[in-house]
């Protein structure tokens, strides 16, 4: 069983280059979720989706987009990426409002 | 606005000893869940534990066990006899129910452990 799966698990870009980060699970979760991690910050929500077709802006949205056209798949985008944006990137998912996280191994991301 | 405070950024223990990780909370809506999760340092997310805002009961897992002072919105987690294996940075995250908020699931900043043997 895949769970949450991450793609790419490491990426390298230059400043202004654009690239997107694919979240797939296959638990046929409603929630999902893109948070990164940076040290003494914890996890910050980038942006969230409570449905196929919605999203939401979480605490940190600025130089992000996302899309969930499909129930499986949560896509995140950098436009045009930037240093700050240098970070480790978790998607989470989950059925319902009670339930736990669940997680992908992350996605370590590098803008020179 | 919806918030949440983990004040000790690390805490060291001793092995067999229990430790309090300390968490407070802000929210308007009625409903909330709040949740505790363990990332050791392979890096991976460890759900330990969930409490609902309208449970009447602390909820316990294992050697896990969380402390709800609803009117203090504080939602501490207990570990009872820390082993080598507890030594991790652990989360304390909470989810809004149907308000404005909307199902978003916030965390705090974390607090390592350290289990001394």
């Known amino acids: 069983n895949a769970g949450v799966t991450q793609t790419p698990k490491f990426r390298v870009l230059k400043t202004g280059q654009s690239m997107t980060l694919l979240c797939a699970q296959d638990m046929n979760h409603e929630y999902m979720y893109w948070y990164r991690q940076d040290p003494g910050m914890g996890l910050r929500l980038i942006h969230y989706?409570?449905?196929?077709?919605?999203?939401a802006k979480g605490e940190v949205p600025d130089g992000y987009n996302v899309s969930r056209l499909k129930k499986q798949n949560f896509l995140l985008g950098l436009e045009s990426a930037a240093p700050s944006q240098t970070s480790v990137y978790f998607c989470?998912?989950?059925?319902?409002?009670?339930?736990?996280?669940?997680f992908g191994e992350g996605s370590r991301l590098t803008v020179l | 606005a919806q918030k949440i405070t983990q004040t000790q950024p690390g805490m060291f223990v001793q092995e067999k000893e229990a430790v309090t990780l300390d968490c407070t909370y802000d929210t308007s809506d009625p409903s909330y869940g709040l949740f505790w999760y363990k990332q050791p340092s392979s890096g991976e997310m460890i759900f330990l534990i969930y409490?609902?805002?309208?449970?009447?009961q602390n909820a316990t897992e294992g050697r896990y066990s969380l402390n709800f002072q609803k009117a203090r919105k504080s939602a501490n987690l207990v570990i009872s006899a820390s082993q080598l294996g507890d030594s991790a940075m652990y989360f304390c995250a909470m989810r809004e129910g149907r308000g404005a908020g909307g199902f978003k699931t916030i965390f705090g900043a974390g607090t390592r452990l350290f289990v001394k043997a």
């Open positions: 409490q609902g805002s309208y449970d009447q």
């Open positions: 989706s409570v449905g196929e077709g919605t999203t």
């Open positions: 989470a998912s989950t059925w319902k409002n009670t339930g736990e996280l669940f």
